[in-house]
């Protein structure tokens, strides 16, 4: 088993935004809308940073979307170790609940960890994880996936086929999958949004570097 290794080395990262212009952003975790309701630790700015690899890899992905009618939005690509901290953190405050009518309706914020959904060492904190949905060009809106991103429920599993999800969204949704996988992702089991670079060049390594462009220049 591969040594966990924890390092503040931004080299091998960049913005996302150089790699793919057309990419849209709207990184949740620089807001105060999301599953904890204020600004997460170590986002410094609104922006998308990934390892080179998985940059190149999303690159594809878009250049096949645009060619369909469609831009990639993100919502979350690195974050750093502290972020993770604080979603920990986060959960072990029992009294904090205010966006759970919102995020986790079904569920105590403590099963969001058991279930899955919260993870203490996040992929995303090894640089090649991507969280991200479709824009239909035409209509300038996001493509209908059943579920809006961060709903942590049964719901958002990609290969839900309850009554609460129609034909079309579970076809929207295997329609980002397949794209992703083709080139490269590996999706997540409880999160149609997640996407993980298959050989992500860093798998045992966590990056603590806050994500902001001036952790990219001082390398």
Request: aromatic letters at 14%; hydrophobic letters at 35%.
């Amino acid at each position: 088993m591969a040594l966990r290794s924890i390092t503040e080395d931004a080299s091998d990262f960049v913005l996302l935004s150089d790699y793919v212009p057309q990419i849209i952003q709207e990184i949740r975790y620089h807001s105060t809308y999301n599953f904890i309701g204020e600004r997460i630790d170590g986002y410094e700015e609104p922006i998308a940073l990934l390892t080179k690899e998985a940059a190149r890899a999303l690159k594809e992905v878009s250049n096949e979307m645009n060619t369909c009618g469609y831009r990639l939005k993100v919502f979350d690509a690195y974050r750093p170790v502290v972020a993770v901290k604080h979603f920990t953190y986060w959960g072990i405050e029992d009294q904090d609940v205010r966006m759970k009518p919102y995020f986790y309706p079904n569920l105590e914020k403590q099963e969001l960890f058991n279930r899955g959904y919260i993870a203490k060492l996040s992929s995303h904190s090894r640089g090649s994880a991507v969280d991200l949905t479709l824009l239909d060009m035409k209509t300038g809106k996001e493509v209908d996936m059943g579920s809006p991103f961060d709903l942590f429920s049964e719901v958002s599993h990609p290969s839900y086929r309850g009554e609460e999800i129609t034909d079309e969204q579970y076809e929207n949704r295997m329609f980002l999958q397949s794209c992703m996988v083709r080139n490269g992702f590996v999706p997540l089991e409880c999160e149609w949004w997640h996407f993980m670079l298959d050989k992500e060049p860093y798998p045992d390594t966590y990056f603590t570097f806050p994500v902001a462009k001036e952790s990219l220049m001082r390398h």
